[in-house]
């Protein structure tokens, strides 16, 4: 199935008195980038966060947070006391006051109110030892991010699906103007020689067959027809045996512009050029859509 590159889902865990919550939203990008938010005491888990990460991913900036709370309230608790900043506080509050020219008391009431003196830190358990709850709450969250992704993925699809068909319809018309192109420019060739006072000449002329082969060669389109047209059954088939196929479509998506591009500049002719500019618009839009697939 398609996937699209934006997503989120959400896990939680508990177990040994903790609760592990993971949240996890991807976006759009060309490679596989993450950003970890873990607890500090989990640093030494992030490389092993990554790599099994990777093995559901191929691209896009994915976000990873992760929370760990202890259910079994301050029993566990540590309290730290920021001897250095206490300290400087009190010089702090003392200077002040002599400033002033009052007088002050410090006692640890007022500096246990100081932002940062003192500091209730759960106990943390080992990284490793709650590695396979922190790995069931990433996986919970993994699975209502893809769910998301292929659901935002199905709707690319369909909207893909639809820009093909009207490409295919506005390439069904330029097929047609195409075909009546020579005899098109045969009348015009025709109209010039006689408003230059030379209807009576001989239409087998060397010189006419020329110009005429010479039209011919310059505005066929058959073959860039030919390869568009592929192009767009290609798109079927990626659809149906990939599933991160967004590369894939980016590089089928400039093939068939640079195919337009060239019926464009071929067909001399001006309501084939309002159709190209028709496909080219469509083709952005099918562009920007690809942009967000994986």
């Not at 959400?10 to 008195?17: I, S, T």
């Not at 109209?191 to 020329?210: F, M, Y």
């Amino acid at each position: 199935m398609i996937k699209s590159m934006t997503g989120y889902g959400r896990g939680e865990r508990v177990d040994k008195g903790y609760r592990v919550v993971a949240e996890i939203n991807s976006v759009n990008r060309k490679q596989l980038e993450f950003a970890m938010s873990l607890p500090r005491e989990f640093d030494a888990l992030e490389g092993k966060l990554r790599s099994y990460l990777s093995g559901f991913l191929s691209r896009g900036r994915v976000q990873v947070r992760v929370q760990l709370s202890d259910l079994e309230g301050n029993d566990c608790a540590e309290p730290r006391i920021n001897q250095q900043l206490a300290e400087a506080s009190i010089k702090s509050l003392q200077s002040l006051a002599s400033k002033m020219g009052t007088r002050t008391e410090v006692n640890l009431e007022l500096l246990t109110r100081i932002p940062g003196v003192l500091k209730i830190d759960p106990k943390i358990p080992d990284a490793e030892s709650i590695w396979s709850t922190l790995k069931s709450a990433v996986e919970e969250a993994m699975k209502g991010m893809i769910s998301m992704r292929e659901t935002e993925g199905n709707h690319l699809h369909k909207d893909l699906t639809e820009r093909i068909k009207s490409m295919r319809e506005s390439l069904a018309q330029i097929q047609t103007k195409a075909s009546e192109l020579p005899a098109k420019h045969r009348q015009l060739l025709m109209d010039r020689l006689k408003h230059a006072g030379l209807e009576q000449i001989d239409l087998t002329d060397e010189r006419i067959l020329k110009e005429l082969v010479l039209f011919a060669d310059k505005s066929d389109i058959s073959e860039e027809i030919t390869r568009l047209e592929s192009h767009f059954k290609h798109f079927n088939s990626l659809c149906e045996k990939q599933q991160q196929v967004g590369r894939s479509l980016d590089f089928l998506a400039q093939e068939m512009f640079r195919e337009i591009n060239t019926i464009g500049s071929k067909a001399s002719n001006h309501e084939i050029a309002h159709i190209v500019v028709t496909l080219k618009t469509e083709l952005e839009k099918f562009r920007e859509q690809v942009q967000n697939l994986e």
